[in-house]
């Protein structure tokens, strides 16, 4: 009986040798490197149009002292802004161990504008029917493309049942966390007989500061009334920085006065 006890200690310390042995090994040889990734320490430049993939993985390697060169293996994570601002692409790799690395490089963009709405159609609604804002306002970006599903509308008081002129912001933000913000009227009213409708090329235009601005090039054509008979408001002062109305305005046969307006964004 004693014998057992001391031969089966002895398989136990033998068993418990062997595994702290393995275990050491294992420890031992374990790779405990972490990836590398290389990149110049500029920033990319890059226009809009010429951020595939490949461009945007340009002068970038990757190596792992276990497995080498890992430049093959190195993965777009994905383009984002920084805290301060930046806008800036990332990059990750894994090892064959499963350790992974990251890095990210300034990403600047040529041409790049943020999000911008269009605006098809006046934002004018008869007494008792559908507003349906979304069938003429879209926003479109450089980098997204078409945003007019993100487009969230911001308004407390519109009724199309009270006759009124209602302040609504509309605003959208593209992949890059940037949001486009912007407040137009929604305008509730019937139509009164014999009042003349203007019809504009578009609704809403963006311009540069400084640049020549021809408001009469967007006036399309009017209904119940003469084209060059349309009378052109700019605000007083001119168009500043922001959000600006032009008004068109127009008098029919029965002196029924008829208007719409243009606005225009200056950045």
């Given at each position: 009986?004693?014998?057992?006890?001391?031969?089966?200690?002895?398989?136990?310390?033998?068993?418990?040798?062997?595994?702290?042995?393995?275990?050491?090994?294992?420890?031992?040889?374990?790779?405990?490197?972490?990836?590398?990734?290389?990149?110049?320490?500029?920033?990319?430049?890059?226009?809009?149009?010429?951020s595939?993939?490949?461009?945007?993985m340009?002068?970038?390697?990757?190596?792992?002292?276990?497995?080498?060169?890992?430049?093959?293996?190195?993965?777009?994570?994905?383009?984002?802004?920084?805290?301060?601002?930046?806008?800036?692409?990332?990059?990750?790799?894994?090892?064959?161990?499963?350790h992974?690395?990251?890095?990210s490089?300034?990403?600047?963009y040529?041409?790049?504008?943020?999000p911008r709405?269009?605006?098809?159609?006046?934002?004018?609604?008869?007494?008792?029917?559908?507003?349906?804002?979304?069938?003429?306002?879209?926003?479109t970006?450089?980098?997204?493309?078409?945003?007019?599903?993100?487009?969230?509308?911001?308004?407390?008081?519109?009724?199309?049942?009270?006759?009124g002129?209602?302040?609504?912001?509309?605003?959208?933000?593209?992949?890059?966390?940037?949001?486009?913000?912007?407040t137009?009227?929604?305008?509730?009213?019937n139509?009164?007989?014999?009042?003349?409708?203007?019809?504009?090329?578009?609704?809403?235009?963006?311009?540069?500061?400084?640049?020549?601005?021809?408001?009469?090039?967007?006036l399309?054509?009017?209904?119940?009334?003469?084209?060059?008979?349309?009378?052109?408001?700019?605000?007083?002062?001119?168009?500043?920085?922001?959000?600006?109305?032009?008004?068109?305005?127009?008098?029919?046969?029965?002196?029924?006065?008829?208007?719409?307006?243009?606005?225009?964004?200056?950045?």
């Amino acid at each position: 009986m004693r014998r057992l006890r001391i031969i089966t200690l002895a398989c136990f310390l033998l068993s418990a040798a062997a595994l702290g042995a393995s275990t050491a090994y294992q420890v031992w040889s374990e790779d405990k490197t972490i990836p590398v990734i290389d990149c110049p320490e500029e920033p990319l430049v890059l226009s809009v149009k010429d951020s595939g993939t490949e461009v945007l993985m340009r002068d970038v390697t990757a190596y792992d002292e276990k497995d080498g060169d890992l430049t093959g293996q190195l993965l777009l994570e994905g383009i984002g802004r920084a805290s301060d601002g930046d806008i800036t692409v990332t990059y990750v790799v894994v090892d064959s161990d499963h350790h992974v690395a990251s890095r990210s490089r300034t990403l600047q963009y040529t041409d790049y504008t943020p999000p911008r709405f269009a605006l098809s159609k006046e934002l004018r609604y008869s007494m008792g029917s559908s507003v349906r804002i979304k069938d003429r306002l879209t926003a479109t970006d450089v980098v997204d493309g078409d945003l007019s599903d993100r487009i969230k509308v911001n308004s407390k008081d519109l009724s199309p049942y009270y006759e009124g002129t209602y302040p609504v912001t509309f605003e959208v933000t593209n992949s890059l966390g940037d949001t486009a913000s912007l407040t137009m009227d929604v305008v509730v009213r019937n139509y009164a007989a014999g009042e003349p409708r203007i019809t504009l090329t578009q609704y809403l235009v963006y311009r540069k500061a400084g640049e020549p601005f021809d408001a009469r090039a967007y006036l399309d054509s009017v209904s119940g009334g003469a084209v060059e008979d349309v009378a052109i408001q700019l605000p007083e002062g001119g168009l500043s920085a922001g959000v600006s109305q032009v008004t068109y305005s127009c008098v029919g046969q029965n002196g029924t006065v008829g208007s719409t307006v243009l606005y225009v964004v200056t950045e």
